[in-house]
Each structure stands twice: as structure tokens, then as C-alpha cells.
């Protein structure tokens, strides 16, 4: 099984909902990891405003921010193997990662729907 870390900027919250705009990469995200964690996986979610520590003692993390800068962020680490920089996963790279199908990380629609008359 896989180990996957995503190292984020500093931000208020992981969901992208807070703040003046929703930003939907962060909500795709933070989806895909709540349904990822929810089967088991090993997954892991830094927040630089939040979890310096893990920046910190993360010697690959801590030289590409020393290098490049917070633009760097977020960096996802793969088996202790950095694997993106700058740039979220897609889910399809999650899923494969996680060794799940692609379709457990898309919220699904009910399956029913209601139909409401109103006079």
C-alpha cells in the first residue's frame, strides 16, 4: 500500500470554501483525500499555517522550499519519493496511488430523485 503526503501552503482551510471565492481545485481535493482516508488508505495532509513541523523534518520538503520558495507548495510525496511539485494530483493520480478505482473519489448523485409539486 501506498504512502501519500501533500505538503499545502499556508491556508485557512483545506476545503477551499472559506475566504471571499470558492476555490474548486482545493474542494476536488480535499474530496478526493476525505474519500481516500474514509477506504483506509494511508494518506497525509500538511498545512504550512497549521503543521510547520512536518516541513521541517521532511529533508526533501524543507530543501525545495529552501530552494524555490513557497511557490513550490503544494508538494505531494509518493512513498517517500517526491512525485509532484506545485501542483495538485489529479484524482485519477490519487486513485492509482491509492490503489482504488477513480469513481470512490467522484461524489456520486443520489440515485433517486424527488419530484415536488408546489401550488
Same mark, same amino acid.
Given at each position: 500500500?501506498?504512502?501519500?503526503?501533500?505538503? $499545502?501552503?499556508?491556508?485557512?482551510?483545506? %476545503?477551499?470554501?472559506?475566504?471571499?471565492? #470558492? $476555490?474548486?481545485?482545493?474542494?476536488?481535493?480535499? %474530496?478526493?483525500?476525505?474519500?481516500?482516508?474514509?477506504?483506509g488508505k494511508d494518506?497525509?495532509?500538511?498545512? =504550512?499555517?497549521?503543521?510547520?513541523d512536518p516541513f521541517? *523534518?521532511? %529533508?526533501?520538503?524543507?530543501?525545495? =522550499?529552501?530552494?524555490?520558495?513557497? $511557490?513550490? =507548495?503544494?508538494?505531494?510525496? #509518493?512513498?517517500? #519519493? #517526491?512525485?509532484?511539485?506545485?501542483?495538485?494530483? %489529479?484524482?485519477?493520480?490519487?486513485?492509482?496511488?491509492?490503489?482504488? $478505482?477513480?469513481?470512490?473519489?467522484?461524489? *456520486?448523485?443520489p440515485k433517486t430523485? =424527488?419530484?415536488?409539486?408546489?401550488?
Amino acid at each position: 500500500m501506498s504512502k501519500i503526503e501533500i505538503f $499545502d501552503p499556508a491556508m485557512c482551510c483545506p %476545503t477551499g470554501v472559506c475566504g471571499p471565492s #470558492v $476555490d474548486p481545485e482545493l474542494t476536488r481535493v480535499a %474530496t478526493a483525500i476525505f474519500s481516500i482516508e474514509k477506504l483506509g488508505k494511508d494518506i497525509k495532509r500538511y498545512n =504550512l499555517a497549521n503543521e510547520p513541523d512536518p516541513f521541517i *523534518q521532511n %529533508t526533501e520538503v524543507n530543501k525545495l =522550499l529552501n530552494e524555490k520558495g513557497p $511557490d513550490c =507548495l503544494p508538494i505531494v510525496i #509518493v512513498n517517500s #519519493v #517526491v512525485t509532484k511539485v506545485g501542483e495538485y494530483p %489529479t484524482n485519477e493520480e490519487l486513485a492509482a496511488w491509492a490503489g482504488v $478505482d477513480v469513481k470512490e473519489l467522484t461524489p *456520486q448523485k443520489p440515485k433517486t430523485s =424527488l419530484n415536488i409539486k408546489l401550488n
